[in-house]
């Protein structure tokens, strides 16, 4: 800028000399002229010829003027070289995580992913589930994720990585927060756990992966992964379960996570195979002297049926020592899954059964109930079983509007799994819309009813703070949900 100016100055000085020596030069001239007695007079009509000729030149040395300002000024920036409104600044950083992402999968095929879900839920039967003054006093009773009643909550906040590779290593990580890890965090034997305040981070999923060029490959995972049993599964951000809540056998069933060494070969498009060897349910790190056995068969019909149908059936199974401390005891779960994509088009049926026994002796801490009048004390249980089943009808109605209802039994006999020797039943219905005008969006609605044979439901009637034993408890649990998704 200082330079600029500076020859603007010149310029104008430059210009101020040069009319002074036209006007003087031609004084001169008129000066000589007049001394000279052979020279005549100038005429009027000369004397305006001569100012005519000074006001051209004038224009031409404004001209020549114009000519170094523009040749001395910088050139102006590209239109694209900068964002000048707030909507170019947000499209340009949008644009730059673009070109990072695509830079990550395309030279190093790492993918990034991630999901929220927010959700509130309502509890008819209101319970105070907590002793008077206490600031968390209603929880929906023997549920998983969906903890909090009468109230708004995170469920789940997701951050997705992996990384696939030809022929070589790769990766696969899941962090979780909200309700999701606060869960998986208290149910597992963590040797690292890591938590910022009272909020838990739940490295749910971290393993690597290779794939041995053997047939058609085998493909090894190294680290901890989700469990392979059970239909309902921990949600990532490209697969939801088709209720919004998790059922019994989610819960109470089966592990939630294994960590161990697993293989996984598919024969051929109908057949396939996966076989683990880990720490046991919910460990990362191993609590005892053995290690726990896991597998699972896959078959499917492939185009073996007609256009809009097909059937399959997954067989899995876990067996290990899951008692601290010792190995000589052992726990083992058989979980058969049949799908069937009906001759309906957008129409399954879905049916889960599972039974699961330990041969050793498991310390029962009971839920409280109310019948019995005193603080309940924890109880031996030797060689408990259980059993579920759960059955799926789901309709698509549309590509953005789907319909799923679930009904569900599950015996505890023992109470080694639920706190309390019951028989446990519910039924579910879900709506879930994907909102068309959002890529990722999913809004879904849901009823559930819950009844159990143990009355183990709170009601609003409140807890006795002498001796922590509520008021009432009865036998059903009714609530309605409304949650939110949005992936990426």
């Known amino acids: 800028m200082r330079r600029t100016g500076g020859n603007r100055i010149a310029l104008g000085r430059a210009t101020a000399a040069a009319l002074a020596i036209l006007i003087a030069g031609r004084n001169a001239a008129a ?50 070289a900068k964002a000048t409104t707030i909507g170019q600044q947000v499209g340009s950083i949008q644009s730059d995580l673009n070109d990072i992402k695509t830079n990550l999968s395309t030279n190093l095929g790492v993918h990034i992913h991630g999901l929220v879900d927010a959700s509130y839920e309502y509890n008819f039967n209101q319970p105070k589930t907590a002793p008077p003054g206490s600031p968390t006093g209603r929880v929906n009773q023997l549920r998983v994720f969906d903890l909090d009643a009468n109230s708004f909550d995170l469920q789940q906040a997701n951050i997705h990585l992996d990384k696939t590779a030809d022929g070589g290593v790769g990766f696969v990580t899941d962090l979780n927060f909200g309700q999701v890890a606060n869960v998986l965090s ?15 981070m739940d490295l749910t999923q971290a393993y690597l992966t290779y794939t041995l060029p053997v047939g058609s490959g085998v493909n090894f995972s190294l680290g901890r992964f989700v469990t392979l049993l059970g239909e309902e599964i921990i949600p990532t951000w490209n697969s939801q379960d088709f209720n919004i809540s998790r059922d019994f056998i989610f819960g109470y069933a089966i592990p939630f996570t294994n960590t161990g060494l697993m293989a996984q070969y598919s024969f051929n498009n109908y057949v396939g195979a996966s076989l683990s060897v880990n720490n046991g349910w919910d460990d990362v790190s191993d609590n005892n002297d053995g290690k726990t056995v896991m597998g699972q068969i896959s078959l499917n019909s492939g185009s073996l ?9 997954v067989l899995n199974g876990i067996w290990g020592n899951e008692n601290a401390g010792h190995g000589n005891t052992h726990r083992w779960v058989i979980d058969p899954i049949l799908t069937y994509h009906t001759f309906i088009p957008g129409l399954q049926l879905i049916d889960e059964f599972v039974y699961g026994e330990d041969d050793g002796t498991d310390v029962v801490t009971p839920l409280p109930v109310s019948q019995k009048g005193a603080p309940s004390t924890p109880f031996l249980v030797t060689n408990p079983t259980w059993t579920g089943n759960a059955g799926y009808i789901v309709y698509d109605y549309t590509n953005n509007l789907e319909f799923a209802l679930r009904g569900e039994y599950f015996r505890d006999a023992n109470g080694a799994r639920t706190g309390l020797r019951q028989t ?65």
Do not use: C
Request: hydrophobic share 40%.
């Open 424 to 488: 446990l039943g519910e039924i579910t219905g879900t709506i879930n819309y994907k909102v068309p005008a959002v890529t990722g969006l999913l809004a879904r609605l849901e009823y559930r009813h819950d009844e159990s044979s143990a009355k183990p439901f709170f009601t609003n009637a409140g807890i006795n703070p002498l001796t922590g034993v509520p008021y009432q408890t009865i036998a059903g649990q009714n609530t309605v949900m409304g949650d939110v998704v949005y992936s990426f």
């Open 305 to 313: 049926m007609s256009e809009n149908q097909s059937l399959a059936f």
């Open 31 to 80: 000066w000589a002229g007049a001394g000279t007695s052979a020279a005549p007079a100038p005429s009027v009509s000369d004397l305006q010829s001569e100012v005519q000729q000074l006001q051209q030149e004038v224009q031409e040395l404004k001209s020549q003027m114009g000519a170094v300002k523009t040749a001395q000024t910088v050139a102006a920036p590209a239109a694209n």
């Open 186 to 200: 208290a149910a597992t034997h963590y040797s690292n756990a890591f938590s910022i305040g009272n909020q838990n």
